[in-house]
Protein backbone atom coordinates (compact mmCIF):
# COMPACT_ATOMS: atom_id res chain seq x y z
CA UNK A 1 0.00 0.00 0.00
CA UNK A 2 1.50 3.33 -1.08
CA UNK A 3 1.98 5.58 2.03
CA UNK A 4 1.05 9.13 2.67
CA UNK A 5 2.91 11.48 4.67
CA UNK A 6 0.88 15.00 5.94
CA UNK A 7 1.93 17.36 8.55
CA UNK A 8 0.24 17.03 11.86
CA UNK A 9 -1.47 19.90 12.17
CA UNK A 10 -2.05 23.49 10.59
CA UNK A 11 -3.76 27.06 11.32
CA UNK A 12 -5.03 29.21 8.41
CA UNK A 13 -7.44 32.22 9.29
CA UNK A 14 -11.04 32.16 8.12
CA UNK A 15 -11.71 34.03 4.63
CA UNK A 16 -7.76 32.89 3.71
CA UNK A 17 -7.07 29.95 1.42
CA UNK A 18 -6.21 26.43 2.95
CA UNK A 19 -3.66 24.68 1.75
CA UNK A 20 -2.51 21.32 2.84
CA UNK A 21 0.29 19.34 1.45
CA UNK A 22 0.60 15.42 1.29
CA UNK A 23 3.30 13.65 0.03
CA UNK A 24 2.50 10.06 -1.77
CA UNK A 25 6.05 9.36 -3.01
CA UNK A 26 5.84 5.65 -4.03
CA UNK A 27 2.47 6.04 -5.56
CA UNK A 28 1.97 3.76 -8.55
CA UNK A 29 0.81 4.95 -12.09
CA UNK A 30 -3.05 3.81 -11.98
CA UNK A 31 -3.29 4.77 -8.14
CA UNK A 32 -5.64 7.63 -7.33
CA UNK A 33 -5.24 10.11 -4.66
CA UNK A 34 -8.27 11.02 -2.27
CA UNK A 35 -9.01 13.58 0.11
CA UNK A 36 -11.61 13.08 3.04
CA UNK A 37 -11.85 14.66 6.33
CA UNK A 38 -13.79 13.67 9.25
CA UNK A 39 -15.49 16.41 11.91
CA UNK A 40 -15.52 15.24 15.70
CA UNK A 41 -15.79 11.17 14.95
CA UNK A 42 -18.50 12.19 12.78
CA UNK A 43 -17.80 9.43 9.23
CA UNK A 44 -15.43 10.75 6.68
CA UNK A 45 -16.66 13.37 4.43
CA UNK A 46 -15.39 12.86 0.50
CA UNK A 47 -13.75 15.95 -0.62
CA UNK A 48 -12.20 14.98 -3.70
CA UNK A 49 -9.77 12.71 -6.00
CA UNK A 50 -7.89 13.01 -8.85
CA UNK A 51 -5.26 10.60 -10.55
CA UNK A 52 -3.17 12.86 -13.09
CA UNK A 53 -4.66 16.34 -13.75
CA UNK A 54 -5.32 18.93 -11.72
CA UNK A 55 -9.02 18.70 -10.20
CA UNK A 56 -11.62 21.25 -8.50
CA UNK A 57 -15.12 21.09 -7.38
CA UNK A 58 -17.32 22.91 -5.52
CA UNK A 59 -15.57 22.06 -1.91
CA UNK A 60 -11.77 22.47 -3.36
CA UNK A 61 -8.86 22.39 -5.42
CA UNK A 62 -6.74 19.30 -5.98
CA UNK A 63 -3.06 20.06 -7.26
CA UNK A 64 -0.73 16.97 -8.08
CA UNK A 65 2.56 17.76 -9.15
CA UNK A 66 3.77 16.00 -12.49
CA UNK A 67 5.56 13.39 -10.91
CA UNK A 68 2.66 12.61 -8.70
CA UNK A 69 4.88 12.39 -5.58
CA UNK A 70 2.86 14.81 -4.24
CA UNK A 71 -0.24 16.76 -4.22
CA UNK A 72 -1.91 19.87 -2.09
CA UNK A 73 -5.59 20.24 -1.29
CA UNK A 74 -6.93 23.58 -1.22
CA UNK A 75 -10.17 25.15 0.23
CA UNK A 76 -10.12 28.47 -1.00
CA UNK A 77 -12.04 30.58 1.56
CA UNK A 78 -12.08 28.01 5.05
CA UNK A 79 -14.58 29.13 7.21
CA UNK A 80 -14.75 27.96 11.01
CA UNK A 81 -16.80 24.72 10.00
CA UNK A 82 -13.98 23.52 7.89
CA UNK A 83 -12.26 22.73 11.25
CA UNK A 84 -11.54 19.15 10.62
CA UNK A 85 -9.05 15.97 10.45
CA UNK A 86 -8.33 15.96 7.21
CA UNK A 87 -7.12 12.72 5.23
CA UNK A 88 -4.83 12.29 2.36
CA UNK A 89 -5.39 8.76 0.86
CA UNK A 90 -3.89 6.39 -1.68
CA UNK A 91 -6.43 4.33 -2.95
CA UNK A 92 -4.11 0.54 -2.78
CA UNK A 93 -5.06 -2.67 -4.66
CA UNK A 94 -8.10 -3.80 -3.43
CA UNK A 95 -9.83 -1.55 -3.58
CA UNK A 96 -9.32 -0.46 -0.29
CA UNK A 97 -8.60 3.28 1.21
CA UNK A 98 -5.56 3.21 3.51
CA UNK A 99 -6.23 6.27 5.93
CA UNK A 100 -2.69 8.00 7.70
CA UNK A 101 -2.62 10.34 10.67
CA UNK A 102 -3.89 12.99 8.80
CA UNK A 103 -3.80 16.59 9.35
CA UNK A 104 -5.83 19.09 11.74
CA UNK A 105 -6.84 21.65 10.28
CA UNK A 106 -7.77 24.72 12.62
CA UNK A 107 -9.37 27.82 11.31
CA UNK A 108 -9.65 30.51 13.27
CA UNK A 109 -11.20 33.85 13.57
CA UNK B 1 -30.60 10.59 -2.59
CA UNK B 2 -30.32 8.58 1.48
CA UNK B 3 -26.90 8.43 2.52
CA UNK B 4 -25.04 4.98 3.98
CA UNK B 5 -27.02 4.35 6.92
CA UNK B 6 -26.16 2.44 9.75
CA UNK B 7 -27.47 0.95 13.21
CA UNK B 8 -27.28 1.11 15.63
CA UNK B 9 -26.12 4.48 16.77
CA UNK B 10 -24.37 3.29 19.77
CA UNK B 11 -24.38 -0.15 21.11
CA UNK B 12 -23.01 -1.32 24.58
CA UNK B 13 -21.73 -4.79 25.02
CA UNK B 14 -20.49 -7.30 27.40
CA UNK B 15 -16.38 -8.90 27.30
CA UNK B 16 -17.15 -12.31 25.82
CA UNK B 17 -20.37 -11.27 24.04
CA UNK B 18 -21.12 -10.91 20.03
CA UNK B 19 -22.34 -7.28 18.46
CA UNK B 20 -23.86 -7.30 15.00
CA UNK B 21 -23.73 -4.08 12.92
CA UNK B 22 -25.51 -3.10 10.55
CA UNK B 23 -25.15 -1.06 6.78
CA UNK B 24 -27.33 0.19 4.32
CA UNK B 25 -25.45 1.62 1.25
CA UNK B 26 -26.72 4.41 -0.85
CA UNK B 27 -29.03 3.03 -3.65
CA UNK B 28 -27.38 1.42 -6.72
CA UNK B 29 -23.67 0.82 -4.57
CA UNK B 30 -22.66 -2.83 -4.80
CA UNK B 31 -19.53 -2.69 -2.85
CA UNK B 32 -19.53 -2.05 1.18
CA UNK B 33 -16.75 -1.42 3.41
CA UNK B 34 -16.01 -1.66 6.99
CA UNK B 35 -13.64 0.52 9.06
CA UNK B 36 -12.92 0.37 12.78
CA UNK B 37 -11.61 3.63 14.54
CA UNK B 38 -10.77 2.92 17.80
CA UNK B 39 -10.19 6.18 20.42
CA UNK B 40 -7.79 8.81 19.49
CA UNK B 41 -6.59 6.15 16.26
CA UNK B 42 -7.00 6.43 12.60
CA UNK B 43 -9.30 4.40 10.56
CA UNK B 44 -8.07 0.55 9.96
CA UNK B 45 -9.63 -1.40 7.25
CA UNK B 46 -11.69 -4.38 7.99
CA UNK B 47 -13.57 -5.77 4.99
CA UNK B 48 -14.68 -5.00 1.36
CA UNK B 49 -17.83 -6.77 0.10
CA UNK B 50 -18.99 -6.27 -3.06
CA UNK B 51 -21.99 -8.53 -5.34
CA UNK B 52 -22.59 -10.67 -1.97
CA UNK B 53 -18.58 -11.95 -1.94
CA UNK B 54 -15.63 -10.48 0.39
CA UNK B 55 -13.69 -9.35 -1.76
CA UNK B 56 -10.83 -8.24 0.88
CA UNK B 57 -10.09 -8.06 4.56
CA UNK B 58 -7.51 -6.20 6.95
CA UNK B 59 -5.04 -7.58 9.31
CA UNK B 60 -8.32 -8.70 11.86
CA UNK B 61 -8.67 -11.65 13.65
CA UNK B 62 -11.56 -14.48 12.36
CA UNK B 63 -13.97 -13.17 15.04
CA UNK B 64 -14.39 -10.08 12.80
CA UNK B 65 -16.88 -11.29 10.14
CA UNK B 66 -19.62 -10.46 7.95
CA UNK B 67 -21.68 -10.81 5.21
CA UNK B 68 -23.03 -8.58 1.87
CA UNK B 69 -27.12 -9.45 1.49
CA UNK B 70 -28.72 -9.69 -2.12
CA UNK B 71 -29.64 -5.85 -1.52
CA UNK B 72 -26.08 -5.09 -0.57
CA UNK B 73 -27.21 -4.34 3.05
CA UNK B 74 -23.91 -5.79 4.93
CA UNK B 75 -23.68 -6.79 8.42
CA UNK B 76 -20.37 -7.21 10.56
CA UNK B 77 -20.12 -9.11 13.52
CA UNK B 78 -17.85 -9.12 16.32
CA UNK B 79 -17.24 -12.38 18.40
CA UNK B 80 -16.01 -12.64 21.85
CA UNK B 81 -16.05 -9.46 22.09
CA UNK B 82 -12.51 -8.00 24.17
CA UNK B 83 -12.50 -4.39 25.72
CA UNK B 84 -9.73 -3.04 22.89
CA UNK B 85 -12.58 -3.98 20.40
CA UNK B 86 -14.13 -0.49 21.90
CA UNK B 87 -14.25 2.09 18.56
CA UNK B 88 -16.36 3.79 16.44
CA UNK B 89 -17.25 1.28 13.68
CA UNK B 90 -17.81 2.79 9.95
CA UNK B 91 -19.65 1.76 7.06
CA UNK B 92 -18.91 3.49 3.48
CA UNK B 93 -20.43 2.31 0.21
CA UNK B 94 -19.06 2.59 -3.61
CA UNK B 95 -20.05 2.72 -7.09
CA UNK B 96 -16.85 3.39 -9.11
CA UNK B 97 -14.44 5.48 -7.52
CA UNK B 98 -15.90 7.82 -5.22
CA UNK B 99 -16.59 6.49 -1.39
CA UNK B 100 -19.09 7.73 1.08
CA UNK B 101 -19.27 6.90 4.66
CA UNK B 102 -22.31 6.70 6.84
CA UNK B 103 -21.83 8.11 10.62
CA UNK B 104 -20.90 5.05 12.12
CA UNK B 105 -21.35 2.51 15.03
CA UNK B 106 -20.13 3.55 18.62
CA UNK B 107 -19.27 0.07 19.78
CA UNK B 108 -18.55 0.10 23.71
CA UNK B 109 -17.49 -2.87 25.60
CA UNK B 110 -17.75 -3.09 28.95
Known amino acids: DAKTTQPPSMDCAEGRAANLPCNHS???????VYWYRQIHSQGPQYIIH???NNETNEMASLIITEDRKSSTLILPHATLRDTAVYYCIVRSLGNKLVFGAGTILRVKS | EAGVTQSPTHLIKTRGQQATLRCSPISGHTSVYWYQQALGLGLQFLLW???????NRGNFPPRFSGRQFPNYSSELNVNALELEDSALYLC?????????FGSGTRLTVV
Open chain 1, 26 to 32: TISGNEY
Open chain 2, 92 to 100: ASSLGRKYT
Open chain 2, 49 to 55: YDEGEER
Open chain 1, 50 to 52: GLK
